[in-house]
């Protein structure tokens, strides 16, 4: 083998001996290379060098092809032959370990089994001896198992929030749907509760039945009566309580304990889906949703978002008994009801008739008619008798030239 550095890259080089005089690429840097004779051997009596083993150089090593030199990737994977050969190494020392391990373990037993003290002593002290020298291996497996742990929850936690985003749109005109004040001013979030229940259960669950134990929300569903937080038996119950009583308090602690997990499971994930649905109202205004792909409740939470963002403190009413009005708004000692109607024709009468009602139930000072479509020319002169603005949903934010 002759052996030579390349003026280029500085990197050692070897190549056959029917190289000699002839062309080569350098594996590195692609530098065409005169490949030189191979030296004269030594004398008997020349002063012996100290040469470096090539597994403990720094450089990389490579070899030279005279024919057809590696170059691009092939190069690459030629110097990665150090890094394999380190692998390799330690792959022996971790089987070596294990093997010297399960040896004294082996020896200690025998030794203990048979009598022979000097075989026990002598595999216990070898024993600890592999202990110790695998503890660092043990800790190290360890601390990267922890991590790639970590990191699949952490994947496992971004793909759920992209499918709880890509259904963004659609929680929030829901969240706006359910969520009601009730007459104290408290939020009641019942209705949303159970709506992110039946996400959980129809979107979530299918897509990924490993993040939790679906199992535990179906024998405690959120409506069901919870158990009692039960003690679990300890040790003066075992004296004085007879097997079937023991027995039962311990079914009973079980039950207890499954139903508060089943609890802390469904809050976390709402806590998730709530923080998702946050985090995309903040980054999308709620006038770039696609209207088009509403429903009607859902037309009426969007008109009223529009409206909280302007600074309206806008609530939906009930389905039922409103007297047509759709949301209530004030603003600035202000009142005004607003009947939502998402059609797909030209709104007649009734609406303006339900707002003309709605006026008059609520004490309201305005009363609007807000649609995606246009008006009748008979709502439009009823409209403008009875002092009720007809408007597009687009002019929601901003209903000042309607107040003045």
């Not at 992209?162 to 004040?181: G, N, T, V, Y």
């Not at 004030?330 to 009468?349: D, H, I, P």
Request: proline residues 5%.
């Amino acid at each position: 083998m002759i052996d030579f550095v390349c003026p280029s890259c500085n990197r050692s080089l070897e190549v056959e001996d029917d190289a000699a005089g002839s062309t080569a690429p350098c594996p590195a840097c692609n530098t065409s290379l005169a490949i030189p004779a191979k030296p004269a051997p030594k004398l008997i009596n020349d002063t012996p060098t100290r040469v470096t083993p090539r597994f403990l150089r720094d450089e990389p090593q490579g070899k030279v092809n005279a024919k057809a030199g590696p170059t691009g990737p092939q190069a690459q994977n030629t110097y990665s032959l150090s890094a394999r050969q380190k692998r390799a190494v330690e792959r022996q020392k971790k089987n070596i370990a294990l093997f010297w391990f399960f040896a004294s373990l082996t020896i200690l037993f025998l030794g203990m089994v048979s009598g022979n003290s000097s075989a026990a002593v002598f595999g216990f002290i070898s024993l600890v001896a592999a202990g110790i020298y695998i503890a660092p291996e043990i800790r190290r497996y360890a601390a990267n198992a922890a991590k790639e742990a970590a990191e699949r929850q952490r994947q496992l936690q971004a793909e759920v929030d992209a499918l709880i985003q890509k259904h963004a749109d659609a929680l929030r005109i829901k969240r706006l749907q359910k969520r009601r004040p009730d007459g104290y001013g408290n939020v009641v979030d019942e209705e949303w509760n159970r709506e992110m229940e039946y996400f959980c259960q129809k979107v979530l669950r299918p897509a990924f039945p490993q993040i939790c134990d679906w199992s535990l929300l179906d024998r405690f569903p959120r409506a069901a009566k919870q158990p009692l937080n039960a003690r679990a038996p300890g040790v003066l119950d075992a004296v004085f309580l007879s097997d079937r009583q023991l027995k039962k308090a311990r079914m009973q602690a079980d039950t207890a304990r499954a139903a508060l997990n089943a609890d802390n499971i469904r809050q976390a994930l709402f806590r998730r889906i709530d923080a998702q649905v946050d985090a995309h109202s903040e980054s999308k205004p709620i006038e770039a949703l696609d209207v088009s792909t509403l429903s009607p409740a859902g037309y009426e939470a969007y008109c009223a978002q529009v409206l909280m963002d302007d600074g309206w403190d806008a609530t939906t009413t009930q389905t039922s008994g409103d007297q047509g009005v759709d949301i209530l708004a004030t603003r600035n000692g202000k009142k005004a009801v607003f009947q939502c109607k998402f059609y797909t024709s030209l709104v007649g009468n009734a609406a303006v008739q339900e707002a003309i009602a709605g006026r008059a139930w609520a004490s309201a000072d305005y009363a609007f008619v807000v649609s995606n479509a246009d008006f009748t020319p008979s709502a439009r002169a009823l409209a403008a008798k009875a002092g009720v603005h007809l408007i597009h949903h687009s002019s929601l934010s901003n209903l000042d030239p309607y107040l003045n």
